[in-house]
C-alpha cells in the first residue's frame, strides 16, 4: 500500500479541491494523518452542502484508490477518482485518472471533527504513535 500519510502534512490532514470547470458540484478529497482517505461531494448555490462522502480503505503502490461504496444512501461512483497519477503529483498539486483538472491543496487541518476527528484525539493519537 501507498503510505498516505504523506499527503496529509504535519497536522490532523489536508483537504484539497478540484480545479473549478464549469460544474454545479466542488469535490473535495481529505487525507489524514493515519492514513485514511475521505472523497467529498458539496452542491453549489444558495443551499450548498455536502451531496455525499466516501472513505477509502487505501491506495496502492501505483495510486489505484479503494473505495468502500456504501450499501444503502445516495452516492455517484463515476465521480470518484481512481487513480493518483503519482508521476504527475507537482509539490502541493494532485492529478487523478490522467486528467488535466488539478486538486490543489485548500486547507491544512487541524481536526475535523465532522469526520471523527476531533481536536483532542488527533493530539493523543500524534502523541502515542
Request: hydrophobic share 30%; aromatic share 16%; glycine share 8%.
Amino acid at each position: 500500500m501507498y503510505d498516505t500519510r504523506s499527503l496529509a502534512g504535519s497536522r490532523c490532514g489536508r483537504r484539497y479541491e478540484q480545479e473549478y470547470r464549469y460544474k454545479n458540484n466542488r469535490d473535495c478529497m481529505l487525507f489524514y494523518f493515519d492514513g485514511k482517505i475521505r472523497f467529498e461531494r458539496y452542491c453549489y448555490g444558495e443551499a450548498a452542502s455536502l451531496t455525499f462522502g466516501v472513505w477509502a480503505s487505501g491506495m496502492d503502490e501505483d495510486g489505484t484508490l479503494h473505495w468502500i461504496l456504501p450499501e444503502k444512501g445516495y452516492y455517484e461512483e463515476d465521480a470518484l477518482p481512481k487513480k493518483l497519477d503519482l508521476d504527475r503529483m507537482e509539490g502541493d498539486t494532485l492529478y487523478f485518472d490522467g486528467q488535466r483538472w488539478k486538486w490543489e491543496l485548500a486547507r491544512e487541518l487541524d481536526s475535523d471533527p465532522k469526520n471523527g476527528y476531533k481536536p483532542l484525539s488527533v493530539r493523543l493519537q500524534r502523541l502515542f504513535r
